[in-house]
């Protein structure tokens, strides 16, 4: 169900996510699984061990999701590790053992981020337009809408020659506002879905599931989610209608 606030402080979260171990994940295959996903990849005489692994595990039920964790190295057959490059190999026979490790690995975190955000939002205190908080949340379903003030990037990404430890991202403070989801299919870490620019503030919709991450791209993709921007602006610009410019 969405919930409209937070029932933690944020050292929980921070400390939800930290404590999260990675666990390894066995299936025996057999000959109905490997009938049931050459009928699912419409596959004749046999089918890529990627396909068998989006078939066997749910958490890597799309084809990018069992190449990365091919290309990890964390796929093994029989305990022998399947080489990372080895995307197009047949899948293993009947009574073969599939292994995959480090299912839900938790990636790495800046330091005290909890502390971060507190000392973030008091030095802001009475402007929540300014503060990281949580608008909106579905820890189930594994999203959530945060409030980005304006100032801060999104993520690293455009931050090329800056520190971005020392200067932190809205992604980098998000394991201290959202908890992890009970969920194996978790991202390593809250994922930002869309980006919004450095000097812009607003609602910035984020993951904690690799399912929502995967859906709210492609609705962001297919342009199924319509965005609307306000400014104030000062003096003159005009009747409704007009179009003005800045410089």
Known sequence: AVQPALALLPEDFEEQWRSLRSS?????VTDEL???????????EFVYITQLLAFAFPHLA??????????????YVDGMQVPPKEFSAHAPPAGSRLTVKNVGKV????????????AWNALRAGRPEAQLRV??????????????PAGMHSTTQG??????????TLQAYLPALLPPPKSLDRCRAPKVVHR??????????????????????????KRTVSKEYRAIVCGLVGEEGEVFRME
């Open 34 to 44: 490997l009938a049931l996903a050459r009928e699912k990849f419409g596959r004749v």
């Open 159 to 168: 931050m090329e020659g800056q520190k971005p430890l020392k200067q932190l």
């Open 196 to 221: 919004l620019d450095y000097r812009v503030g607003g609602p910035l919709v984020v993951a904690t599931t690799k399912e929502a991450l995967r859906e709210l791209k492609m609705a962001f993709e």
């Open 24 to 28: 390894n994940h066995e299936e025996i």
């Open 107 to 118: 990636g790495r975190m800046s330091c005290k981020v909890a502390a971060k955000v507190h």
């Open 135 to 148: 608008i909106l949340k579905d820890a189930e379903a594994g999203w959530a809408v945060v409030n980005k």
């Open 62 to 75: 799309t084809k990018l999701a069992s190449r990365k964790a091919v290309k990890a190295g964390d796929v």
